[in-house]
């Protein structure tokens, strides 16, 4: 096993649409895309794509979606560990403009234990919040047995702030913050005291806010993707988890600075593509990216 990514799978359906119809309205979408969907688990995918070995620890139904995403797992050579639940968990996702709004329905009442995965050859844990006692029992293990653990903080979601306890690159949202009503510089403070070797705060078109191997704060501006080429925003940031997570997996001696940068090419690829699966690089689409884009 060389990664194991832990969190919430959703079925997702993106619709593109001038607008969001309301009462009795009926219009047509002028594209959509159905794909996989949920934080870890695009970033799994993602990791997958980039010519990684994926373990997926998630939410699975025995319904007619969690049979579709079974399939589209088998697909991409990532490996299931299921936690049954009774029904699978949507996305309506609308992008418009730069942003996307989203709906979604989820079922996370568990129907069994945390499943038992041997962890001693992993390379790499990456986390996402959800699924709260399995985050925490493996990130445990995990910091035991020295294998770098990886967080996405998109909310300050229940047990995180105990998580982060074993986390040694966090890399958070903007609403993070907001929900701990602290500053990036702040949020990034609050890392240190955590113990987390790296830490990081991501603002979408802003880059990311960071602090590095020796504690150093460091702004990474995004790359500069022209607005006409800009189609859908949703999951850029769970594919810059996964590529970080990937280039990392390649050169685990490199600098963190260097598993951003990999990232941040790769979602400046995902947002010119519909969907999660669609916005999937390859290691050849990163390199087009960084080559094609000047830092904002």
């Known amino acids: 096993m060389e990664s194991l990514f832990i969190g919430h799978a959703y079925i997702d359906v993106t619709m593109r649409a001038d607008r969001v119809p309301s009462g009795d309205e009926k219009m047509v979408a002028q594209d959509y895309a159905v794909s996989f969907g949920g934080n870890a688990v695009t970033a799994g995918f993602a990791c997958a794509r980039l010519g990684h070995h994926v ?5 699975v139904a025995r319904d007619w979606l969690g049979h579709m995403f079974v399939d589209m797992a088998h697909a991409y050579g990532v490996r299931v560990h299921s936690r049954r639940v009774a029904r699978s968990s949507l996305s309506f996702v609308f992008p418009r403009d730069g942003k996307r709004a989203i709906l979604r329905a989820r079922d996370d009442a568990y129907l069994q234990p945390i499943p038992r995965i041997g962890i001693d050859k992993l390379k790499l844990l990456h986390l996402d919040g959800h699924m709260a006692d399995a985050a925490l029992h493996y990130a445990r293990l995990a910091r035991e ?4 653990v990886s967080l996405d903080g998109g909310a300050l979601r229940p047990g995180i ?9 966090a890399v958070v949202a903007e609403k993070f913050c ?5 500053t990036k510089l702040e949020t990034l403070d609050w890392l240190k005291a955590k113990g987390c070797r790296i830490g990081a705060v991501t603002s979408g078109a802003g880059g990311v806010l960071w602090y590095d191997e020796i504690g150093e704060v460091r702004h990474m501006p995004s790359l500069k993707v022209p607005a006409e080429k800009i189609i859908d925003t949703s999951g850029a940031g769970d594919v810059f988890h996964g590529a970080y997570c990937a280039s990392y997996l390649d050169q ?4 963190w600075r260097s598993h951003f940068e990999f990232a941040r090419a790769a979602s400046a690829y995902k947002i010119q593509h519909l969907g999660n699966e669609a916005g999937l690089p390859t290691q050849e689409d990163v390199a ?3 080559a094609a884009f ?3």
Do not use: H, Y
């Open 55 to 59: 373990d997926l620890l998630t939410t």
């Open 145 to 148: 047995r020295g294998i770098l």
């Open 161 to 169: 702030e105990e998580l982060c306890r074993f986390i040694d690159v």
């Open 178 to 182: 907001e929900q701990l009503t602290l």
């Open 252 to 255: 685990p001696k490199a600098p």
């Open 288 to 290: 087009a990216a960084r």
């Open 294 to 296: 000047p830092e904002a």
